[in-house]
């Protein structure tokens, strides 16, 4: 019983491995954006640049 659970628990981390791994990056980028998004002039601007890198990596196919 013990090995099943421990089989199903390591093949459900396979499955969301990918997109955990994304969002480890992604997030902390997006907080990044948000607040360079505060400096006047440049800070919209940035801010669009960074979230598109985001974006990119949230398509990553890990």
Known sequence: MK????LLILVT?????????TKLVS???????AVVS??????NTAHDAIDEVADI????PI
């Open 27 to 33: 997030v902390p980028t997006r907080v990044v954006g």
């Open 13 to 21: 981390l396979t499955m969301l491995s990918g997109c955990v791994l």
């Open 3 to 6: 090995i099943v659970k421990l």
């Open 57 to 60: 990596i949230d398509e990553v």
């Open 38 to 43: 505060i400096v006047p002039v440049v800070g």
